[in-house]
Nanobody
């Protein structure tokens, strides 16, 4: 059974940094993609960063240049380093994974992912 357990998050002032982690267990796919999504109150869930087993990445324009997605060498923990945070980054953040490889690069659409973390709140104050 696949489990994704998130940690990190919290509150920070504008311009600050946070790192989110997502530890996976039971996820044994050789070909896979993993991603971070976020959902602010009253808004739709937004895919912001994705990575696949080859290390290809994909970023939403809203976070490009500020956020970095990565994995540890064992590839069982996913990270999201968030720098230069802005109040509009305030949201609940979720990690997700799927045992599939996309030749066009890892997707940012939530319907492509079947396994989800529990979510962690990020709040950025101005």
């Amino acid at each position: 059974q696949v489990h994704l357990v998130q940690s990190g998050g919290g509150s920070v002032q504008s311009g600050g940094s946070l790192r989110l982690s997502c530890r996976t267990s039971g996820f044994t796919y050789v070909n896979y993609c993993m991603a971070w999504f976020r959902q602010a109150p009253g808004k739709e869930r937004e895919g912001i960063a994705a990575i696949d087993n080859d290390g290809n990445t994909n970023y939403a324009d809203s976070v490009k240049g500020r956020f970095t997605i990565s994995q540890d060498s064992a590839k069982n923990t996913l990270f999201l380093q968030m720098n230069n945070l802005k109040p509009e980054d305030t949201a609940m953040y979720y990690c997700a994974s799927e045992g599939a490889y996309y030749h066009g690069g890892p997707p940012l659409e939530d319907y492509e992912y079947n396994y989800w973390g529990q979510g962690t709140q990020v709040t950025v104050s101005s």
